[in-house]
């Protein structure tokens, strides 16, 4: 079992950046999609950005252009850069791994984005 651990999150202003971090405890090279989603208050969970094992990205329409999705897989870990916060970016954010036989959460972190 791979456990994966976000940190990063915090209170931001409008217009500012975050950098989120995932950690996972053991190897993430077999993992062909790693992600981060996002869960809002009274809103369902919801796709942030992808990337596969190869470094092909995507993106959900409200993020494109300031978010960026990275991983490292010698570290074992997967990075979401997000510029120019709006405060409709608050939510939990929770990273996601997938291998061929399983799927991965983490526990979640905050990031709120309030003047």
């Known amino acids: 079992q791979v456990q994966l651990v976000e940190s990063g999150g915090g209170l931001v202003q409008p217009g500012g950046s975050l950098r989120l971090s995932c950690a996972a405890s053991?190897?993430?090279?077999?993992?062909?999609?790693m992600g981060w989603y996002r869960q809002a208050p009274g809103k369902q969970r919801e796709l942030v950005a992808t990337?596969?094992?190869?470094?092909?990205?995507h993106y959900v329409d409200s993020v494109k252009g300031r978010f960026t999705i990275s991983r490292d897989n010698a570290k074992n870990a997967v990075y979401l850069q997000m510029d120019s916060l709006k405060p409709e970016d608050t939510a939990v954010y929770y990273c996601?791994?997938?291998?061929?036989?399983?799927?991965?959460w983490g526990q979640g972190t905050q990031v709120t984005v309030s003047s």
């Open positions: 996601n791994g997938k291998n061929l036989v399983h799927e991965y």
């Open positions: 990337i596969t094992h190869g470094d092909s990205t």
């Open positions: 053991g190897s993430i090279s077999s993992f062909y999609v």
